[in-house]
């Protein structure tokens, strides 16, 4: 797999019916080795060694509802109250991160309400705070690290 903008993390990997797998610690379970997984694991392991975010708190590849229609998201963290701090889009790193992988993310949080937005695809991060007040999302350095 593609090296990643990301700090260097140990992985479980197995192999079976000529698929790669990788262990995903949050979910518990082996998961296809796809790309798109690939920067997903990358980005979960991120959020809990350098960030700070309990494993407790993080949960992946979860079904919401928008406008109707079933949709996926692939990273949340939850505040220890449970309201959602921050929701994370991951891409394969050969997909560019456009306005629609944005907007993508702000339709997800029209139903999460999450303080943060994360969009990666592996190689290109871009961090941002919202603003419900003026309707918007406000572009930042980095996201804040774990704070009780």
């Avoid at 296809?32 to 809990?48: K, S, T």
């Avoid at 949960?59 to 309201?83: A, C, H, Q, T």
């Avoid at 991060?125 to 704070?147: A, G, T, V, W």
Wanted: glycine share 2%; hydrophobic share 35%.
């Amino acid at each position: 797999m593609q090296r990643l903008n990301f700090p260097t993390y140990s992985f479980r990997f197995k192999n079976s019916e000529n698929k790669a797998s990788i262990f995903d610690v949050i979910r518990k379970k082996f998961v296809v080795l796809q790309p798109e997984e690939w920067v997903r694991q990358h980005c979960v392991h991120y959020l809990m060694e350098e960030k700070q975010y309990p494993k407790s708190l993080i949960n992946v590849e979860k079904e919401l509802i928008v406008n109707g229609l079933k949709k996926r998201y692939d990273i949340v963290v939850f505040n220890p109250d449970g309201s959602i701090f921050l929701v994370v889009e991951c891409k394969a790193p050969k997909v560019n991160i456009t306005q629609d992988t944005f907007d993508q993310i702000a339709r997800y949080n029209l139903t999460l309400n999450a303080s943060y937005l994360m969009v990666t695809n592996g190689l290109n991060h871009y961090y941002c705070q919202m603003d419900f007040d003026n309707e918007r999302y406000n572009f930042l350095r980095d996201i804040p690290e774990y704070s009780k």
